[in-house]
């Protein structure tokens, strides 16, 4: 089979690797759809982010879905020819955070396409993927690109639930990436009275608006754009940061209210934080690192037409233009989800 293998910064290639056969509660899967992903392209790029470096060659890809080709030894839920979204997460299910509840924080987690422990965790992006049957969510109703944004949607997911109550609330969301524009979607379909959007570029707040921002902001053409929403001690209750930046945390933070909560998203290395401003609003500042459970809810939020993830899908290229498809994620003037097409 043929797959996506990452060897070094700007190092990409399409080799072959030998399939493997699934065993007792797995399935093996023959990949229809996988997003590319900003974790991708850090290793694309930059051969890892932050201390994460690649070490050996590593398959890239978590974002997929494909339809069942055989079921392992006691799988009886699902039957070939299933569309499935896969989940990436697989967590072991019996350290002290699995055990407590918090399985996105598995001491043995294995992640598809993470260079975090070596040897790395081998990816998706492959012709044929062996995953447990518990990893896959039926996907009946939706296309395969649609299945394979089940997981950027369950990131921001758990980022609503990490927020907390969002009913009525106004919602402040800087960057417009693929993470920030679905936590629009999140966010709307948690209930948000109002939702601003920030970014610097126009094309990401064109997608902001016509997923359901009520207001976007130009923080390239305004760099004061956020300046009027820190009046009277600030505006939003919720702030989504989605963009990794320094400034756009510290813009956020000052056009919060009071007690208004910051949910860090973005990774775009350390940052220096406002602390006075922090402890004198008695802000919560909260992480939120991947998901779980929201993986299956996201599928159903999608099959019910509640949340509609087809707007920000922008360019599906063959496997064969793989190293053509990473060039066109890289450039965020004119994509904002890129996905490949295994089949």
Do not use: W
Request: aromatic content about 6%.
């Amino acid at each position: 089979m043929k797959a996506i293998v990452i060897h070094a910064a700007r190092d990409l290639r399409i080799e072959e690797r030998e399939p493997e056969a699934p065993g007792p509660g797995e399935v093996e899967i023959r990949l229809a759809t996988g997003g590319i992903c900003g974790s991708d392209l850090h290793y694309y790029h930059h051969g890892g982010f932050g201390t994460v470096r690649l070490k050996q060659p590593m398959i890239l890809g978590h974002e997929v879905a494909g339809h069942v080709a055989a079921l392992g030894e006691g799988v009886s839920d699902l039957a070939i020819g299933d569309l499935v979204a896969v989940s990436p997460s697989r967590p072991c299910g019996a350290c002290d955070y699995c055990l407590k509840g918090l399985p996105n924080h598995c001491f043995n987690m294995r992640f598809y396409g993470s260079a975090m422990p070596f040897p790395h965790i081998q990816g998706a992006f492959r012709e044929r993927l062996v995953a447990r049957a518990s990893q896959c969510v039926k996907a009946d109703g939706l296309s395969a690109g649609e299945a394979a944004m089940a997981e950027p949607l369950s990131v921001t997911l758990h980022a609503t639930r990490r927020a907390g109550e969002i009913l009525g609330k106004r919602v402040l969301v800087t960057g417009c990436g693929p993470i920030g524009t679905l936590s629009i979607l999140a966010a709307r379909r948690a209930g948000a009275a109002e939702i601003v959007a920030a970014d610097i570029a126009e094309r990401a707040l064109g997608f902001a608006r016509a997923i359901g921002a009520d207001r976007t902001i130009n923080l390239s053409e305004d760099r004061d754009g956020l300046v009027p929403f820190s009046e009277n001690k600030g505006t939003f209750d919720i702030l989504y940061e989605c963009s990794g930046a320094q400034p756009a945390l510290v813009a956020g933070i000052q056009a919060l209210k009071p007690r208004g909560v910051i949910v860090q998203l973005g990774l775009g290395g350390e940052m220096s934080l406002p602390m006075m401003a922090i402890t004198a609003k008695e802000l919560d500042l909260r992480g939120s690192f991947r998901f779980h459970e929201e993986f299956a809810v996201a599928v159903r939020l999608m099959q019910g037409g509640l949340i509609d993830v087809k707007p920000l899908i922008t360019h599906t290229l063959p496997l064969a233009d793989a190293l053509k498809a990473f060039e066109i994620a890289s450039d965020k003037g004119q994509s904002m989800k890129t996905q490949i097409a295994f089949s």
